[in-house]
């Protein structure tokens, strides 16, 4: 039996950004980001910016080691 009443933790959140959340907890998260506008909109922040450090530095970081 599935509790939906589990709080949303900040590490979620994050998990969920780098899509790291387990599939089972995910649409929960979902759900609760819907409801909380604001901190879904922090968290789209947090999804802009991860892309953009990618986009920077991915390449950087496959290069071999000297």
């Known amino acids: 039996m599935k509790d939906r009443n589990i709080p949303i ?10 899509g790291e959340l387990p599939a089972e907890r995910r649409a929960d998260v979902e ?9 879904a909109e ?6 802009a910016m991860a892309e ?3 986009a ?3 390449a950087v970081a ?4 000297p």
Do not use: I, K
């Open 52 to 54: 953009m450090l990618h």
């Open 56 to 58: 920077r530095y991915d």
């Open 31 to 39: 759900a609760w980001l819907t409801a909380h506008p604001e901190e």
């Open 42 to 47: 922090r968290v789209q922040s947090w999804r």
């Open 9 to 18: 933790t900040e590490d979620e959140l994050h998990a969920y950004v780098d």
């Open 62 to 65: 496959q290069e071999p080691v």
